[in-house]
């Protein structure tokens, strides 16, 4: 009987790969329209070069090498080519004949920092009951680099959207419907150089089965109905009924009253989302699906020209990018909505010619 429950109650450890080391140096090799070797997305520490080299008689008269950074130089001839990248940030290359500005087709990605990007991993049962609380522990996370804090993002259904968001590292969940969700952890540093927080992801599936009664005419067990106008979901348990709404933003409502008659209420806004992002007439201008602050950094050939902070509504907004000269630069901004989470960071960058 005791291995029985042992085994029942067994906890399944998950952790994302080993972070990729730093190297101070990459290479990266191309050939007919592609990047190959350690590219084309490449990590290395400030100061460090990456180096192309050409593959089966590949030189930079078939594939020019560009850089989106005004400050490296581009390379039109013979099969090699090394370039160092003193600062911080993320520098985007591209053949200019296969890819596009921004790294797209034949291209790539350089991230340049000293940051380590944290580990996530989360042990948690591998069965649960609708409508009971499932424990979740992610302390088994970790950063190399000391002195920064960690975020836990948590996606119940695996849809790719964060539906709680804890300082620490243990929470519980208690899953409404029977089935197979795949639980998604992704765990975010502070990282506060030029390439902004990174993160890490750790996935796990749990089988939740129905309450003892549910469904089968019986009792004991918790039930959850859905009423006829959908949109919101009631789940009775011996702990009490959770109402869950989400409103037409997108907001997730969830209020439970207890037996003893108290009410908890919280609420996970949604992140906002920014559409047909472009530069015109000295601006920055989106489109938001819901209000947020914008903070963002303009570059000018790696170096920071100043940073933006701007309120936004929803809709069409624009950001004043301030006066520009000639040349390449790039905005790097973060968007925080109602829920106090920044989004991921992007990046656009463009070209100023007078």
């Not at 302390?139 to 709680?164: E, F, I, K, P």
């Not at 601006?283 to 940073?307: E, I, Q, W, Y």
Request: aromatic share 6%; hydrophobic share 35%; proline share 6%.
């Amino acid at each position: 009987m005791t291995r029985l429950l042992l085994a029942l109650c067994a906890l399944l450890t998950l952790c994302c790969a080993v972070p990729v080391a730093l190297a101070a140096d990459a290479d990266v090799t191309f050939g007919s329209n592609f990047y190959a070797g350690a590219g084309p997305n490449v990590r290395i520490s400030p100061g460090g070069s990456v180096s192309w080299t050409g593959q089966g008689g590949s030189d930079f008269s078939q594939h020019p090498l560009r850089f989106d950074d005004a400050g490296q130089a581009p390379a039109d001839a013979g099969p090699t080519a090394t370039r160092t990248f003193a600062a911080a940030g993320v520098y985007t290359y591209y053949c200019a004949i296969h890819g596009s500005p921004g790294g797209g087709g034949m291209g790539g990605r350089i991230t340049v920092t000293a940051n380590h990007a944290p580990v996530a991993s989360f042990t948690a049962p591998s069965s649960g009951t609708a409508g009971v609380a499932v424990p979740f522990d992610a302390s088994g996370s970790s950063d190399q680099d000391g002195g920064q804090t960690l975020t836990y993002r948590w996606d119940w259904d695996g849809n790719g959207t964060a539906d709680d968001v804890t300082a620490t590292p243990t929470t519980t969940h208690a899953f409404a419907t029977v089935g197979s969700p795949t639980v998604r952890l992704t765990v975010v540093d502070s990282n506060s150089d030029a390439v902004g927080p990174e993160s890490g992801t750790a996935a796990h599936a749990i089988a939740i089965a129905a309450a003892p009664g549910t469904g089968g005419g019986g009792g004991g067990g918790g039930t959850t109905t859905t009423p006829s106008g959908g949109g919101t979901t009631t789940t009775t348990t011996s702990g009490g009924v959770t109402t869950t709404t989400r409103a037409p933003d997108g907001t997730v409502i969830k209020t439970t009253t207890a037996p003893d008659g108290t009410v908890t209420k919280t609420s996970v806004a949604p992140a906002p989302v920014a559409a047909k992002v472009r530069v015109s007439g000295g601006k920055l201008r989106l489109r938001l699906s819901a209000r947020a602050t914008f903070h963002g950094t303009l570059t000018r050939g790696g170096k920071r020209v100043r940073t933006l902070t701007a309120k936004l509504a929803k809709g069409d907004v624009a950001v004043k990018l301030g006066k520009l000269k000639q040349g390449r630069y790039a905005v790097r901004f973060t968007l925080t909505g109602a829920s106090g989470k920044p989004s991921k960071a992007r990046t656009l960058p463009f070209r100023i010619v007078t």
